[in-house]
């Protein structure tokens, strides 16, 4: 999947979830994971945290575009570009009553190997953002989706939300 759907973290400001960096690392979680909330065909993909304690940083994600969804109509739309149940996506359209959501396309690349870190206090928390030693980034290896289907998912996208 190309697309994330973000509202924010319960310790960010009252603005909400803002797109603070082009690129970033994908911070995977365990914490919120919620399989009614993921849609059938992912929810295999959902496990235990492996090594607690320790943190695997699979891939560097670069934002295509972003896009700040206030029709809870054209949110759910977004079921099929991302994992998220249109289900989930409603609440999360709705909560804290303030009625939008952020999509992002990002590009996606792994990380070649994975960059592993020990994570600490700072790292942990319901933010969107967390800050990690500076000069930490390994290799990083070929996007997982063609750029031509990511030109052809911003079309689609810019057809559906602007």
Not at 43 to 49: E, F, V, W
Request: aromatic share 6%; glycine share 8%.
């Amino acid at each position: 999947m190309a697309v994330v759907v973000r509202k924010g973290g319960i310790m960010e400001t009252h603005a909400g979830f803002e797109v603070e960096h082009r690129r970033f690392l994908l911070y995977p979680t365990f914490l919120h994971q919620n399989p009614v909330e993921v849609r059938g065909e992912f929810r295999g993909l959902l496990r235990a945290d492996p090594a607690p304690g320790v943190l695997v940083l699979p891939a560097l994600a670069e934002v295509v575009a972003v896009y700040r969804v206030e029709s809870l109509e054209r949110a759910v739309q977004l079921e099929p570009f991302q994992v998220l149940t249109a289900e989930a996506i409603e609440r999360r359209f709705a909560y804290r009553n303030r009625p939008w959501v952020h999509a992002v396309l990002v590009r996606v690349s792994p990380l070649v190997p994975p960059l592993v870190l020990e994570e600490t206090p700072e790292m942990l928390g319901c933010v969107s953002w967390v800050p990690l030693p500076g000069g930490v980034l390994s290799g990083v290896g070929g996007q997982v989706r063609p750029e031509g289907e990511l030109l052809a998912l911003r079309e689609e996208l810019d057809g559906l939300l602007r």
